[in-house]
């Protein structure tokens, strides 16, 4: 299956939500208060969020009005194009850098969103490209994050910098980016421990490795990448807060939009926070993570 053949399966859930309903409320063409009353709500259901549903609605109906139709029609093409437009405007309101030798990625997140994993994947993606990438096993509080960084070097061709469980995260990152600077790499992708957004000390961490990324490289790190699990819903929205107060997040990952997340999730954090997603996740495989592309997440929603 083609990339976009997966999204649009793992995004059935939510395409079910917006469609079925909507043809039933669509019925005999007009659009009225009741109407859009009903449509916000399933936007909600959808994991839009509540701002975020409202504020797309009423620029949908905004829309619908400038338009020569007013049928059920043109509201559905309305809302595809409404959303289509936040999603590319956070993309263009908030550029990449340009690229520097070696292009630093720090990866953050809570546990158990897929993280390593996703920092395999993006080892593979930056392959692809023909890019030379090395790994920081900054995760030290688990030993089998580091050895599961090192699987994924592995798998990858990408060189795995470690200094094993219980070492100093900053230490090993440090490290790594002063070998990535000596051994001329294009890519850095470092990983961090997983932790819980509410506990300060280990947000401190995070502060400290990105104090010493500054002092090998003040313009590091280049990205700073949240990555969420796609089946957290509105959960997400206290992690992305909490992430961004203490670092600075420049992107997302939003990672299991394979069947049981709902995609609205994407929209919601994007209009909220206005960072952009970066890259989604749509399965297990090395092919399953690539760069968002707005249009086509759209489509996959309609």
């Given at each position: 299956?083609?990339?976009?053949?997966?999204?649009?399966?793992?995004?059935?859930?939510?395409?079910?939500?917006?469609?079925t309903p909507l043809e039933e409320l669509f019925v005999g063409g007009k659009v009225d208060e009741?109407?859009?009353?009903?449509?916000?709500?399933?936007?909600?259901?959808?994991?839009?969020?509540?701002?975020?549903?409202?504020?797309?609605?009423?620029?949908a109906k905004a829309r619908l009005d400038r338009g020569q139709k007013k049928d059920g029609d043109a509201m559905r093409e309305a809302l595809r194009e409404t959303i289509r437009d936040h999603l590319e405007a956070v993309e263009r309101a908030v550029p990449q850098p340009p690229r520097v030798?070696?292009?630093?990625?720090?990866?953050?997140?809570?546990?158990?969103?897929?993280?390593?994993?996703?920092?395999?994947?993006?080892?593979?993606?930056?392959?692809?490209?023909?890019?030379?990438?090395?790994?920081?096993?900054?995760?030290?509080?688990?030993?089998?994050?580091?050895?599961?960084?090192q699987q994924w070097g592995e798998?990858?061709?990408?060189?795995?910098?470690?200094?094993?469980?219980?070492?100093?995260?900053?230490?090993?990152?440090?490290?790594?980016?002063?070998?990535?600077?000596?051994?001329?790499?294009?890519?850095?992708?470092?990983?961090?421990?997983?932790?819980?957004?509410?506990?300060?000390n280990?947000?401190?961490?995070?502060?400290?490795?990105?104090?010493?990324?500054?002092r090998v490289d003040p313009s590091a790190p280049h990205e700073t990448l949240l990555v969420l699990d796609g089946t957290t819903g509105q959960n997400a929205v206290s992690q992305v807060q909490k992430f961004h107060e203490a670092i600075g997040i420049t992107g997302l990952v939003v990672t299991k939009l394979d069947g049981t997340a709902k995609g609205g999730v994407v929209v919601g954090l994007s209009e909220k926070f206005q960072l952009p997603v970066r890259y989604i996740g749509v399965g297990e495989g090395l092919e399953d993570l690539r760069p968002f592309n707005a249009g086509e997440f759209v489509e996959a929603l309609f």
């Open positions: 299956m083609s990339f976009f053949a997966r999204l649009k399966e793992g995004l059935a859930k939510t395409r079910q939500i917006l469609n009741a109407l859009l009353e009903e449509l916000e709500e399933q936007l909600v259901m959808a994991d839009f969020g509540v701002e975020a549903s409202a504020r797309i609605v009423a620029e030798r070696p292009w630093v990625i720090l990866v953050v997140g809570v546990n158990g969103v897929g993280k390593t994993t996703t920092i395999g994947k993006l080892a593979a993606y930056y392959r692809s490209q023909g890019e030379g990438v090395l790994l920081a096993a900054g995760d030290t509080y688990r030993a089998a994050a580091v050895a599961q960084l798998r990858c061709g990408c060189p795995v910098i470690s200094q094993g469980q219980d070492a100093d995260s900053a230490s090993v990152v440090h490290d790594a980016l002063a070998a990535a600077r000596a051994r001329k790499f294009d890519v850095l992708i470092a990983d961090t421990a997983g932790r819980l957004h509410t506990k300060s280990l947000m401190e961490e995070l502060k400290k490795i990105k104090r010493v990324l500054g």
